[in-house]
């Protein structure tokens, strides 16, 4: 399970506009800004790299401004064929990581968005409680100062490069998750424990 890229964007349809809108300039769809973003492309080769990271904003911008306002949405694109539903996309060569089977998560939160690439494993649970989070945090640490974005934003957000190392362990994400898997494993120990203890008492009526 891998998280690849985590990113904030500001959706051209916000709270105070009509959703994923065309431009009224030409009719032209608008674009997403970079509001934050945290990539990690060591997987990928050192030569394709750039191209990995500018695939990673392409797409990631294409989602947020598709993905209506107050709605979260999950994207799957398997080997070489474009994603679903947004044909414009461009696909990698077969012999990058991110032609492999991986999911774009998104949720739009009235404009604000928060995106994440991970790999085909990954639980979406865990991947919005994740983008649920990140949300949170950011709106805590810059307010509303995202709506008069009109630029990408270049400055590193130290949370979020954080987030992408703390959660690639997806039970870190989600409490419940977390809460679950211990359970799980508590079950496993006891359910072991009642087998043996109870081995010789078995044993003792054959």
């Known amino acids: 399970m891998k998280i690849t890229a985590l ?8 709270s105070s506009s009509s959703s994923s ?3 009224s300039s030409g009719g032209a769809e608008q674009q997403a800004v970079v509001l934050a973003n945290a990539t990690d492309v060591s997987h990928f080769g ?5 191209a990995a990271r500018e695939f990673i904003l392409f797409v990631a911008r294409t989602v947020a401004v598709r993905t209506p306002p107050g709605r979260r949405q999950s994207v799957q694109h398997e080997g070489t064929r474009p994603l679903p ?11 990058d990581p991110l032609s492999a089977e991986y999911k774009v998560h998104c949720y739009n939160q009235n ?3 928060a995106v994440a690439f991970t ?12 983008l649920n989070m990140v949300l949170e945090e950011y709106q805590k640490t810059f307010g509303e100062s995202w709506r008069t974005a009109k630029t990408d934003v270049t400055q590193p957000w130290q949370y979020l490069n954080d987030a992408l190392t703390k959660y690639q362990d997806p039970a870190e994400a989600d ?3 977390k809460i679950q898997r211990d359970l799980d494993e508590t079950k496993i120990i006891l359910v072991s424990t009642v087998i043996v203890s109870a081995a010789p008492t078995e044993m003792k009526h054959m």
């Open 7 to 14: 990113l904030v964007l500001k959706s051209p349809g916000d």
């Open 119 to 130: 790999d085909d494993h990954y639980p979406v649970r865990s991947a919005f409680s994740l």
């Open 175 to 177: 409490k419940l998750l």
């Open 46 to 50: 050192y030569f394709q790299r750039p």
């Open 111 to 113: 404009g604000l968005c």
């Open 85 to 95: 539903r947004l044909p414009s996309i461009p696909t990698l060569p077969p012999s």
């Open 21 to 23: 809108a065309p431009s």
